[in-house]
């Protein structure tokens, strides 16, 4: 029994060491980005008005927000394909690191901007269904009746036998 386990041990061993060692890469496995030239991309974006809009919130549009963002996403994804991220970025490093960091801005503004819009449109739907109009100075909210319904009556008959066995050894 114990020399069967020692044998499939030093069996599987050798194969054990090299299974996580990484495998060559041949240049017939790599694909390539289809972009006619990865510097032409830097050249599409505008960074000083993609850094004005990171800075001042809400005054840029979320269309011109999503393209920046989208380029740059694409500018970084080609550099990635091409082999020109990180240390060997032509443009250097710092101005990668940048770049990613300016596309995480836009990407969390445009989804503050949309959860702002998306709630402001629940309120107007909410509004208009009770027929609250907030530019009105009268507002016509539904009116109750006033009276409890059984349910109710009961839950509150209850809490006050409850109070009242409370209170009921301080009276007394």
Known sequence: MRTTIISILVSLLPAATVAFLPAPRSSSSRVLAASPKPDALSDEIDISHAKYCTD???ECSLEDMGEMRNALHQERVSHAFADASGLQNPA??????QHKLLENDLAFQM????????????????MQAFGINPYSSTMNL???????????SEALVICLVIAGLALLPQIL
């Open 142 to 152: 539904p009116i109750l009746d006033g009276g409890l319904d059984e349910e109710s």
């Open 56 to 58: 001042h919130f809400g």
């Open 92 to 97: 250097g490093i710092e101005e990668d690191i």
């Open 111 to 126: 989804g503050l901007i949309q959860d702002k819009l998306a709630t402001e449109h629940m309120q107007q739907d909410s």
